[in-house]
């Protein structure tokens, strides 16, 4: 009878040869004995030099903030930086559904550079204090601009904001929500001002409230604190315009996302940092000096439906100067955070919260 040849499952070429099984069939003991010696002998070096390599595991999720990390998978940046300062490194990138999941595997060591929000990484690294597990940041991913958006005419500014609005942000423990503190802090001298009237939604959902006035269950969403390529997405709609922006609060720069590890792993790993931050900087200007090629490799990882090649790349050129290594805005939230009893106390500098490697770049 004949039978189908079994479907190869791995993608090592040797796995996937299963022709040679039937010429076993009629050795010796001894011919197979010194055939087995043989194989081992010639696979030995390559396995004892993948084996020797020090392994960096990278944690990430979805959405063009994790694009640097994109590339330096596609273009194998963090091996090829390793290889400049002479550290043999073995990279792997999963990816995460979710931001609790990753963190869960950074702190049990599933994983070894993950990405954090900037108040994400100051919590880590207060409830680490004094342990291996404390996580400290070895490169900033990027600092793309959050915006404020408004549907309501009237509403030209921050201060335009109104007991009646409701602001939608993706998580209650995104970014946008400790920048809304921050700025009701500034703007009403009252940092929790906006607290009620916060909606926890989706980007899609919250885009679809904007832009159609619908109802979210608390009364309509009037404002959205959006991110790329979302802002751009709400912006199309001409009843939406942006009263507030990122930079706004922040006087400048802030990182959006801020790739950590823990003490321990950079305790027996101390070049890796510096080869992470030198591959996200290479990341960096690809997508400052050729946004095409960065919106193609986006698009081979997360391929879109609704977005092509050319918005994407258009998106791209508003925020390329908006990814790199250094970090922006920690001691400003920490301060904040720090007084309003949401850290228990912030670092006397922000290069108390970076790996070495970080002590020199122009963050803040």
């Known amino acids: 009878m004949h039978h189908s040849a079994r479907p190869c499952e791995s ?42 390599k020090e392994q960096v595991k990278i944690g990430t999720g979805y959405g063009l903030a994790f694009l640097p990390i994109y590339i330096c998978q596609e273009m194998k940046l963090v091996e090829k930086h390793a290889k400049a300062a002479h550290v043999d490194v073995r990279v792997s990138y999963q990816h995460f559904l979710s931001i609790e999941l990753l963190r869960a595997a950074i702190d049990s060591g599933d994983v070894d550079v993950g990405p954090f929000g900037t108040a994400a990484l100051l919590d880590a690294w207060q409830k680490g204090k004094g342990t291996d597990k404390q996580v400290f940041a070895v490169s900033g991913l990027t600092s793309m601009p959050l915006t404020l958006l408004s549907n309501q005419p009237n509403e030209k500014s921050f201060s335009d904001l109104t007991a009646d609005d409701h602001i939608a942000v993706p998580t209650a423990t995104s970014p946008q929500m400790f920048l809304l503190q921050l700025q009701s802090e500034k703007a009403f001298g009252q940092y929790d001002r906006l607290q009620k009237q916060t909606v926890v939604s989706s980007h899609a959902d919250s885009i679809a409230a904007l832009v159609q006035h619908n109802d979210q269950g608390v009364g309509p969403v009037t404002a959205y604190f959006a991110s790329p390529p979302f802002t751009q997405f709400a912006l199309r709609d001409p009843t939406v315009h942006s009263i507030l922006t990122s930079a706004d609060v922040m006087n400048g720069k802030f990182s959006f996302l801020i790739m950590g590890a823990t003490k321990a792993f ?10 992470i931050a030198g591959a996200v900087d290479e990341a960096a200007k690809l997508i400052h000096d050729d946004p095409r090629r960065a919106a193609q490799i986006y698009l081979t990882y997360e391929p879109s439906g609704s977005l092509s090649g050319s918005v994407l790349e258009g998106i791209i050129r508003d925020i390329k100067d908006e990814f790199g290594s250094p970090v922006y805005g920690v001691q400003t939230l920490a301060d904040f955070l720090a007084k309003h009893g949401q850290l228990k106390s912030a670092p006397q500098s922000w290069k108390d919260i970076v790996a070495p490697a970080l002590a020199n770049s122009s963050s803040s």
């Open 266 to 275: 950079i305790a027996a790993h101390p070049q890796v940092p510096q080869v």
């Open 11 to 52: 993608r090592d070429p040797v796995s996937c040869n299963w022709n040679w099984i039937p010429a076993f069939a009629g050795m010796s003991g001894k011919v197979m004995a010194a055939l087995a010696v043989l194989i081992a002998t010639a696979f030995a070096p390559a396995f004892a030099q993948e084996q020797g």
